[in-house]
């Protein structure tokens, strides 16, 4: 997917300001979060620049005594925040499927749009990530709901699918809305039209998004039916 870059940046506000010139790292604490502390001293004092995890130190060779260039110093914080970036995303695959957008969306909730843009990419390249499969599984699951056929565009937009692999998954769908609508009047309006309310059934499916051949059609078949009471329905 075009718009998820394989660039990413450093992230806002957490590297400490840096001289104007190279710096040695003087010390490498763990923290109480797994992670390693890297620090420079700068006119006598101290400073904090930033923490990396482990595996990250191992890959890059970070050892006290270090001198880095303040091009280098970005990239260790880039590629640091990608491995994590990366280790959030499966984390988040492991739990369920995700839409592209979708799980750029959540990683941009811990990093910058560009490492989180960059994290996708990888999770697409692996075939991790597949909008179209997901498409077509979420259309599946929102039809047997009883959605209508707007109402499961509006869902697939929201997450992010674009409108060709919308239509794609969309056209698996029964070109017939009336089974769906009549499944919808089985499970929620039984008891609204044994009482008459004709009127309020359609207005309800019309608001559910269905159309209005679709919502008569079904209606005239359950006309011709004796419908039971039921205890309760919703709206």
Avoid at 95 to 122: M, N, P
Avoid at 166 to 190: F, G, S
Wanted: glycine share 4%; charged share 30%.
């Amino acid at each position: 997917m075009n718009h998820f870059s394989y660039d990413c940046g450093v992230r806002q506000g957490e590297t400490a300001a840096l001289p104007g010139q190279d710096i040695t790292l003087s010390d490498i604490r763990p923290t109480k979060k797994g992670r390693l502390a890297l620090f420079y001293r700068w006119e006598e004092e101290e400073q904090f620049l930033f923490s990396i995890d482990e595996e990250t130190a191992a890959l890059q060779h970070v050892k006290v005594g270090m001198i880095l260039s303040a091009k280098q110093v970005a990239q260790l914080q880039q590629f640091s925040d990608l491995r994590r970036a990366k280790d959030r995303a499966l984390q988040l695959l492991s739990q369920r499927d995700h839409a592209a957008c979708q799980l750029y969306s959540k990683l941009c909730r811990s990093f910058d749009e560009q490492t989180a843009a960059a994290a996708v990419a990888q999770m697409l390249r692996l075939g991790l990530v597949d909008d179209a499969a997901f498409a077509e599984k979420r259309v599946q699951y929102l039809a047997a709901k009883g959605k209508s056929r707007a109402q499961i565009r509006q869902d697939l937009t929201a997450m992010g699918i674009d409108r060709q692999l919308q239509q794609q998954a969309m056209d698996r769908m029964p070109d017939d809305e009336a089974e769906t609508v009549a499944h919808v009047i089985k499970t929620h309006y039984r008891t609204k039209l044994c009482a008459g309310k004709r009127d309020a059934v359609f207005a309800a499916l019309l608001r559910r998004g269905f159309s209005g051949s679709a919502v008569r059609r079904a209606l005239e078949q359950y006309a011709q039916l004796e419908l039971p009471e039921t205890e309760y329905d919703q709206d």
